[in-house]
């Protein structure tokens, strides 16, 4: 079994990423000296302010991350702003009519001999209520039944009708002649005395006939007429009523996901989640043929990794070591060799040779490597498309980059003419790229100054004139602070998702979020401040956590192994990799072009429209691509403005409840074409509302979701 390690997440991308309070009536009076357990009910109200007397210090010590306390510490009587937020306090079921939870205040007092203890205050509160019901609507319902001197040949969306029938008002005819046969001859007679031609004449019961007759509008006409006729209605034609599709797909063709059967491939779930079996099985029809390269400016590769043998251009066919430290790894300075060099000593993995296997890592049968190694390992996007990776090295051992290198290494990418001088002879060479890349990926960046980071906007503004599109990672930061170079004007910034254990991804914690961001991307989860293993793979016996994996180099051992790792530089080359296949297929032509296609297809997630946690959203390869449909199942997509995912449970009849916070929530019933579990997506028949729970409308039903 081949080794696998699971690193935790570096630091970016690997560029090293009204209210009551009250106490029960009958209970004994405390000591004025302690602070006492207290019960606060905030209802639907979305704060109070609660206080007690008190003699002495006091901090809170505790709070659930669903509430917000001010002050946290104080001297004598104690005073606090309680508020919630109910939906960081909703599970992902939204199945919790009340939350509650336990604020912990130790306390102290100064008089006569030293006291203290803790207190317990127990906060609950209401939650507000969504209800509505996921349908799909049976092919007859809502049409009219029409009749006339043409019923036999009625439109193909009007129901016929085949003949009529009538009930009397009482069995028999006018003279009292009981029975069914007199029914069915006074229905027969009166029709024939009326110049309509009867085929067929048959009794229902003791008071109605079926009749069949060419022209039902005029048999209609005159049985209406007689005294004794109840009713007269169309013979109507009913259809069996299996669930029919939205318009025009009512015969959906599906094909047969394409799923790889290399030994770690199960485990590599946002292929799954951006839709790659049906991308996968739409290249089996040979349209991917458009040679594309994208050039990874990263910390070099490994040529030696058997997963990625004969997918990247080699030296002398344009890859390019840009460093020219002593210390950055190979200890040779500019050449065209980038190997991401390193000893048995080296205590990192090799950043680039992760970032590029998720774009290209070669599908089937590697070439031995060593005893433990994986026979087939993982598998990347491309797959068979006419796609090559580039590899430029400016990234150096311990982590780093200089702007100057990765300046270059833009220019380079995008075919510009760079100079480098020879430090020892001060000789210059002029070089341009025989292998000038479409797509540039760059798995780097830092919290600098937007005036710090010009140079690299220029060359990214230089290498985007050029016709390339330049894809950077947003920065692993954990906060809101623009990361450079993706920032820059030019530059197409990927934050990160990952799975949430419902039907949307989520935004990872450690993404930065801000209005230069583009595009999502799955990037995996931070598994010490947010673990998941929603992917459902199983590694060594265990849940594999929610990680990316992808191919990396032992340097200890000397020897090729699989990775898994987070951040958004794990994203970045996600969205690379489309927009490759978008070019290599022939969807888009140019840079301008692919990047409109990856927004108009992405999944919207959180706030409507862009926003600075998704950008336009998270990138669709089976949408963007018109990948054929692999699956067609109904399902409901809840989430808020903020990105949080809700999944409430949906009945037999289509109904769900949803108890949640207050905010705008987007409720989606949808299909889902692509089997990556998120319904209504771009391409895919969907029905959307829009509403916001508050405490004045603390209870909404959406009604029906239809999705068309």
């Known amino acids: 079994m081949a080794r696998t390690s699971l690193p935790t997440l570096t630091a970016l991308m690997s560029l090293s990423l009204v209210l009551s309070a009250c106490t029960p009536a009958d209970a004994p009076p405390l000591p004025p000296t302690a602070l006492e357990d207290l019960a606060l009910n905030l209802g639907g109200a979305p704060s109070t302010q609660a206080s007690r007397p008190f003699t002495g210090e006091w901090t809170v010590t505790d709070v659930p991350d669903w509430l917000q306390v001010t002050p946290r510490s104080g001297q004598g009587d104690v005073g606090l ?15 919790q009519p009340v939350l509650s939870g336990q604020i912990k205040i130790t306390w102290k007092t100064g008089t006569g001999t030293a006291q203290g ?22 092919s007859a319902q809502g049409q009219d039944l029409r009749v006339g001197p043409g019923a036999g040949t009625p439109p193909s969306s009007t129901p016929q009708a085949r003949g009529i029938i009538v009930k009397y008002r009482e069995a028999g005819d006018a003279a009292g002649v009981r029975g069914r046969g007199a029914v069915t001859e006074r229905a027969g007679t009166l029709l024939r005395a009326a110049a309509l031609n009867v085929t067929l004449s048959r009794p229902l019961s003791g008071r109605s006939v079926e009749v ?48 790889p059967s290399d030994q770690y491939a199960a485990l590599q779930w946002p292929f799954r989640l951006l839709g790659y079996p049906a991308v996968w099985r739409d290249m089996e029809g040979g349209a991917y043929t458009r040679p594309v390269t994208v050039a990874v400016v990263d910390s070099g590769v490994r040529y030696d ?25 190979d200890g040779d300075g500019v050449d065209t060799d980038p190997t991401d060099a390193g000893g048995r000593t080296r205590q990192t993995s090799s950043h680039g040779t992760h970032v590029t296997g998720i774009i290209a890592a070669r599908w089937g049968q590697n070439a031995p490597s060593c ?28 982590g780093n980059a200089a702007t100057s290198d990765v300046v270059l290494a833009v220019r380079y990418a995008a075919g510009l003419p760079i100079t480098l001088r020879d430090p020892a002879t001060q000789q210059t060479t002029t070089l341009v790229n025989p292998r000038v890349a479409a797509v540039i990926n760059l798995s780097l960046g830092a919290p600098i100054s937007a005036d710090t980071a010009r140079p690299m906007c220029e060359a990214i503004q230089a290498a985007s004139d050029a016709g390339a599109l330049v894809i950077v990672a947003a920065g692993n930061g954990y906060d809101t602070t623009p990361y450079y170079p993706a920032a ?53 016996g265990q849940p594999f956590p929610d990680l ?6 032992d340097y200890a051992r000397n020897e090729p192994n699989y990775m898994a790792e987070a951040g958004t530089s794990q994203a970045a080359p996600q969205v690379a990799a489309l927009a490759a296949l978008l070019l290599s297929k022939g969807v888009t032509s140019t840079a301008a072009s692919t990047l409109a296609r990856l927004g108009a297809t992405a999944t919207d997630l959180g706030a409507a429209g862009r926003d600075p946690l998704y950008g336009l959203g998270m990138i669709n390869a089976a949408a963007a691509l018109g990948a054929p449909a692999i699956s067609d199942t109904l399902g409901l997509r809840l989430q808020d403005s903020r990105g949080l995912v809700f999944q409430p449970a949906v009945d037999a009849l289509g109904r769900f409840r949803a108890y949640l916070g207050d905010g705008t929530y987007n409720v989606i019933g949808g299909r889902d ?15 959307e509302r829009s509403v916001t729970l508050e405490p004045a409308t603390p209870q909404i039903d959406v009604g029906d979701l239809l999705p068309e």
């Open 81 to 95: 702003r309680v508020s919630a937020d109910r939906g960081a306090g909703t599970p992902l079921a939204a199945d």
């Open 117 to 138: 203890g803790t207190a317990t205050w127990t906060v609950k509160a209401d939650q507000y209520v969504l209800t509505g019901r996921l349908r799909e609507e049976a």
């Open 212 to 259: 069949q007759v060419g022209d039902v509008a005029a048999a209609l006409r005159v049985l209406r007429a007689d005294p004794q006729v109840e009713y007269a209605v169309p013979n109507a034609i009913l259809h069996a009523q299996t669930v029919p599709r939205p318009p025009g797909s009512q015969k959906l063709p599906l094909v047969q996901p394409l799923e």
């Open 305 to 329: 990794h058997p997963d990625l043998a004969g997918m990247l251009w080699k030296p002398g066919e344009g890859a390019l070591d840009l460093l020219t430290e002593a210390d950055n790894g």
């Open 371 to 398: 005893a433990a190694c994986s026979p087939t390992g993982v598998v990347g996007a491309v797959r068979r498309a006419n796609v090559r990776v580039l590899p430029i090295r400016v990234i150096d051992a311990a």
């Open 488 to 540: 820059c004007a030019s530059a197409v910034a990927v934050g990160s998702v990952t799975l949430s254990g419902g039907s949307a991804p989520k935004h990872a914690v450690y993404s930065n979020a801000y209005p230069a961001v583009q595009l999502s991307a799955p990037g995996g989860t931070d598994p010490v401040r947010d673990p998941g293993t929603f992917n459902g793979g199983v590694f060594n």
């Open 548 to 553: 990316v994996l992808s191919t990396g180099w």
């Open 673 to 687: 074409r692509d089997a990556n579990g998120i319904y209504g997506e771009v391409g895919e028949p969907r029905a």
